[in-house]
């Protein structure tokens, strides 16, 4: 995708991630009758903005800077660092006149939004489409230089076991929580023998590095259209066909053909490929071709553009599930804690040093990365980006750190087992240590961002 439509999706991502986190402190402080002086979405510093509006009592706006935004309670020292209240009594509307339990809830209502919408999108998707299950007895593809090739894995090899629990899918062997696990290996079934592999303590920063997983199950080479007037039906290849080597070398995966064609762009190239002479009523799969097939050998030359006109036959199949309305939420609630569990197992990896810091976090620039390629997969995979992204903003503002919520939660519950309220100077001076202390932070992982483009 290009930087306009990169921009869009990092756009649209923070827009709704951000929307929804300060709904909940404005949902949460309107419940308590607290005045909300100002509802933003973006950061209006130094009074730019594109948009405002007053309705009420509040005035809504978009600032200029699409960092974050802020709900203005009215009594509360927040990102605003406002002290025009300091010097008049508390009002019954403002927020330091409220009972702590009131202010508690109020702080922790923006981090309870975000983890409602992942728990919302996780049921959604799951009451649409159901549950899918890829069975383990689809054996792997492992790209080269990817961390499961390090690891010793090999294309071919069939998942058996993981951290010695015996696996039936796909979705089991790759289940996130496992690369946030003390440890991780998988047992493998390798030419009928037993092996077993480790993953390096710093799986996930190494992951995050390549941005890619670098396994799947194996999508055999079966060819489902051959386009008329183009090489591979000039040549006589026909539907059906699986393709077993290329110029002698030999090839399991649709991925090693499409890269050996571009490759041999109008070079002549040599295809071997099977084919079923019957047509018969049962289902084609890549096992019976072989089994049953037969072989023939075809010189195709590629086009300018590196094509052949064929397109995949897909051969792999899925279990997928209907749940009802009940399955769904339980289902929804279960992939929510599990998300939640695993980021706060990846945060605690970070703090102790287990994995690389520069390359475990990101900003601004590798949110939009990632939020540009998900949207390209389509809106499945956008909106399980969106509800990881929103379960990490939860966790993150959790933090107990000056001027994120975690931190100004634990004020309050310090005020409120004191049973009155901290001088006005050391809360001013602690939310600004705070400020200063993120700003930095974020300066420190925006240029983290620039120097790994």
């Known amino acids: 995708m290009d930087v306009l439509s990169t921009t869009f999706f990092f756009i649209v991502a923070i827009f ?22 100002k509802f933003y979405i973006g950061f209006d510093f130094f009074n730019l903005r594109l948009w405002k509006k007053q309705i ?16 203005k309670i009215a009594g509360m020292i927040d990102e605003s660092l406002d002290t025009n209240f300091q010097s008049s009594e508390p009002q019954p509307w403002e927020f330091r006149a409220k009972p702590a339990w009131q202010r508690l809830i109020v702080l922790a209502g923006g981090v309870g939004m975000n983890i409602i919408l992942a728990a919302c999108i996780f049921i959604g998707i799951t009451l649409a489409l159901g549950e899918s299950r890829t069975s383990v007895s689809n054996p792997a593809f492992i790209e080269k230089g990817s961390i499961f090739a390090a690891m010793g894995m090999q ?9 010695g629990k015996a696996l039936e899918s796909w979705e089991e062997a790759l289940d996130p929580a496992l690369f946030t696990a003390s440890s991780l290996r998988y047992t493998l079934l390798r030419d009928g023998k037993s092996v077993t592999v480790q993953a390096p303590a ?18 055999p080479p079966v060819v489902d259209e051959v386009l008329s007037n183009m090489p591979a039906s000039n040549a006589g290849m026909k539907s059906g066909a699986l393709i077993t080597a290329m110029n002698g070398k030999p090839v399991s995966d649709w991925t090693e053909v499409v890269g050996i064609i571009s490759a041999n762009a109008g070079k002549p190239l040599s295809i071997t490929w099977q084919h ?10 890549a096992e019976r071709i072989r089994a049953e097939g037969e072989t023939m050998v075809t010189t195709v030359v590629p086009t300018a553009a590196g094509k052949i006109g064929i397109s995949l036959k897909q051969t792999i199949t899925s279990d997928r599930r209907k749940l009802s309305v009940p399955e769904s939420i339980v289902s929804g609630i279960s992939q929510t804690w599990k998300m939640s569990a695993m980021t706060v197992q990846g945060f605690a990896k970070i703090f102790t040093g287990q994995e690389d810091f520069r390359k475990s976090v990101g900003g601004p620039i590798k949110i939009a990365k990632i939020a540009s390629q998900s949207a390209e997969q389509g809106p499945v995979s956008f909106l399980y980006f969106l509800s990881m992204l929103s379960i990490s903003l939860a966790i993150i503002n ?15 519950a310090v005020e409120g087992i004191m049973g009155r309220e901290m001088p006005f100077e050391l809360k001013m001076r602690i939310q600004q240590i705070g400020m200063m202390l993120l700003l930095g932070l974020f300066a420190y992982i925006l240029l983290n961002d620039i120097f790994n483009l």
Not at 16 to 37: C, N, P, Q, S, Y
């Open 16 to 37: 709704i991630l951000v929307t929804v986190h300060e709904l909940g402190h404005f949902l949460t402080a309107k419940l308590f009758g607290m005045r909300v002086d």
């Open 56 to 71: 009420g009592e509040t005035e809504y706006g978009i600032g200029l800077f699409p960092l974050g935004g802020y709900v």
């Open 155 to 163: 294309t071919g090899d069939r998942l058996q076991q993981a951290n």
């Open 202 to 219: 710093n799986i996930m920063s190494s992951l995050n590095d390549k941005q890619s997983l670098g396994i799947r199950p194996i999508v």
């Open 276 to 285: 079923l002479a019957t047509k018969e009523s049962k289902v084609i799969t």
């Open 398 to 412: 959790m933090l107990p750190v000056p001027a994120l919520d975690g931190g100004q939660f634990v004020l309050n």
